[in-house]
C-alpha cells in the first residue's frame, strides 16, 4: 500500500523493547522544593528519582534496563558497563516523565480506546491476537498494565511532539534546492566530513561545573585516544543528539558543519581524534570517520533499485472477520496460481483498494514508499511470484512482483527525498532542545546519581 504507515504506529511500534537516548540534560535540584507526597508514599529505598509530583522506582528502572539490555542484544550491540545503562535508561525515564506531565498540564490526554487499539497494532505487527501478545509478555516476564501504562505515555509524548515540534517545523524549496545541489556536488571542489563526537554539557553555568565538564571531558579524550570504543564511549556519555549512533553525525559538505567542528579536524586523518574543544553547547570531543570529495556518495541518487507490484486487498470488516479475510485470499491466490484465473482479474473482481480499476498495479515503488509489512513481503518476494496471504493495517493481501530493476529517481521523488531527511533533521534538532527545556523545568531529585557521587566522594580526613 502507497498510503505511508502513520507515525503514532511507527512509536508504538517500538515499546516492546525500551529505546536508548543519550543523556540530554543534566540533573537540577532545587533545595527549596520540598520531596513531593507521591515520593513519601513509596519506601525510600526503592525510589530512584522523583519527577514533579511522581517517583521512578528500583523495580521500574530495573525493568527498562531488562528491555534496553534485550534491544542492545538484538541489534548486536555491545552492552556498556551497568551503571552506564542504568544511569541512560534513568535519565531517558526522567525527561519522558517531565514530558507527560507537561502534557497533561497542557490540556494532552490519551483515553483508554486509544491504548487499546495501539496494543491491539502491535500485537498484529507481531503475528499475535490481543490475548496471545498478553499471554507473550507474560511469558517474558513483563508486567502488562505496566507495559499499557508505557505506551499511554509514549502516545502522550508523541502528541506533545507533534504539537509543539513537528507542527512548527517548515522545508523550503531553496532548503531542497541546497540540499539537493550539495549532494550532487554541484559546488566545485566541495569536501564533505564524516564526524563523531562526544558532547558534554555542564550542568550549569557555574564555574566549578564548567570546570567539571571540561575535566570529564579530557577524561573521555584520554580513554578514547589509550584505545576504549569511541562510539561506546558516546553512547554512555554523551549529551549530543547523534550518541545512540555512537556520536556519529553522517556524511555532511562542511557548509553544513560547524565553523569550529572543521577547523578542529582540518589537520586530522581518517580515525583520529581532537582535544575537547568549547561551544557554546558544551565541551566537545571529536573524531574524523572520513574524508572524501562532494557528490561521491548520498542519500538523493539518480538512481535505485524499485519494484514493480501490484496485490490484492481484503478488509477486516463486521462481515469478513479476520479468519474469513485470510481463507478468501488464500482460495484467489490458489486459482492465480493455477491459472484458473489472472491476478489481473480478481484484483478487479475483488480487491478493496483503489487500485482494483488498474488490476491491483501500484506501479513501481522504492524503499520507504510501502508500510513496512507490506514492502518486507514485496522485498522477499522474486518476479512472478505470488506472496502467501499477509496482514498490514489495511487488511489482508497478497501481493505479486512483476519487474525489479535499477531505475532512475523521478525529480519530484528526488525532492520529495530531499524533503523527508531535511525535515526529519529539523524535527530531531528541535525536539532534543524543546525536551530538555521541559525537563529543566520541571523538579527532579535524581537519586541514582546523588548515591553515585556521595560514593566517589573522598572520605574525610582523620583527625
Known amino acids: 500500500m502507497t498510503a505511508p504507515l502513520s507515525a503514532l504506529l511507527a512509536v508504538v511500534a517500538t515499546l516492546s523493547a525500551a529505546l536508548l537516548v543519550p543523556v540530554q540534560a543534566q540533573t537540577q535540584v532545587s533545595t527549596q522544593i520540598s520531596t513531593p507526597p507521591a515520593a513519601q508514599r513509596v519506601a525510600a529505598d526503592s525510589i530512584v528519582a522523583v519527577v514533579g509530583t511522581e517517583v521512578i522506582t528500583r523495580r521500574e528502572l530495573s525493568q527498562r534496563v531488562r528491555n534496553a539490555e534485550l534491544q542492545l542484544q538484538q541489534q548486536g550491540t555491545a552492552l556498556p558497563a551497568r551503571d552506564l545503562l542504568e544511569r541512560q535508561v534513568l535519565e531517558r525515564a526522567i525527561t519522558d516523565r517531565s514530558i507527560v506531565q507537561w502534557a497533561r498540564e ?53 502528541r506533545a511532539r507533534e504539537r509543539e515540534v513537528d507542527s512548527k517545523i517548515n522545508v523550503s524549496e531553496a532548503e531542497v534546492d541546497a540540499f539537493l545541489a550539495q549532494e550532487s556536488g554541484a559546488a566545485a571542489g566541495e569536501t564533505e566530513l564524516n564526524l563523531a563526537q562526544i558532547l558534554i554539557r555542564p550542568k550549569s553555568e557555574a564555574a566549578a561545573d564548567i570546570a567539571a565538564a571540561r575535566e570529564r571531558a579530557q577524561a573521555l579524550f584520554e580513554q578514547a585516544r589509550g584505545g576504549a570504543d569511541f562510539a561506546q564511549l558516546a553512547r554512555a556519555n554523551s549529551a549530543g543528539a547523534e550518541a545512540d549512533k555512537g ?213 574525610p580526613a582523620a583527625r
Open 106 to 158: 497542557n490540556g494532552i490526554r490519551v483515553d483508554d480506546g486509544t491504548v487499546d487499539t495501539a496494543f491491539a497494532n502491535i500485537a498484529r505487527q507481531n503475528g499475535l491476537s490481543v490475548e496471545g501478545f498478553r499471554q507473550r509478555l507474560e511469558r517474558e516476564g513483563m508486567d502488562v498494565p505496566r507495559f499499557r501504562r508505557d505506551l499511554r505515555e509514549e502516545i502522550t509524548i508523541f
Open 247 to 459: 556520536g556519529e553525525m553522517g556524511w555532511r559538505t562542511t557548509d553544513r558543519i560547524p565553523e569550529l567542528f572543521t577547523k578542529t579536524v582540518a589537520g586530522l586523518r581518517a580515525g583520529e581524534l581532537s582535544a575537547p574543544v568549547q561551544s557554546g553547547a558544551g565541551f566537545h570531543v571529536l573524531k574524523l570517520l572520513g574524508r572524501r570529495a562532494a557528490g561521491s556518495g548520498g542519500s538523493a541518487n539518480a538512481e535505485a533499485v524499485q519494484t514493480k507490484v501490484r496485490h490484492i486487498l481484503l478488509r477486516v470488516t463486521p462481515e469478513v472477520n479476520e479468519t474469513e479475510a485470510q481463507r478468501r485470499l488464500s482460495a484467489i491466490r490458489d486459482r492465480i496460481v493455477n491459472k484458473q484465473a489472472t491476478f489481473e482479474e480478481l484484483a478487479k473482481t475483488f480487491s478493496a483498494d483503489g487500485s482494483a480499476a488498474q488490476g491491483g498495479d501500484l506501479g513501481w515503488a522504492m524503499s520507504g514508499d510501502m508500510v513496512p509489512e507490506f514492502e518486507s513481503v514485496m522485498n522477499q518476494s522474486r518476479p512472478g511470484e505470488v506472496s502467501q496471504p499477509f496482514r498490514s493495517q489495511f487488511g489482508w493481501h497478497i501481493l505479486e512482483v512483476t519487474d525489479r530493476a535499477k531505475r532512475a529517481i523521478p525529480v519530484e521523488k528526488q525532492r520529495q527525498l530531499a524533503r523527508n531527511l531535511l525535515r526529519d533533521r529539523k524535527v530531531e534538532e528541535q525536539y532534543v532542545d524543546w525536551a530538555r527545556l521541559v525537563r529543566d523545568r520541571t523538579y527532579v531529585e535524581n537519586r541514582l546519581e546523588a548515591a553515585a557521587a556521595t560514593a566517589a566522594a573522598p572520605a
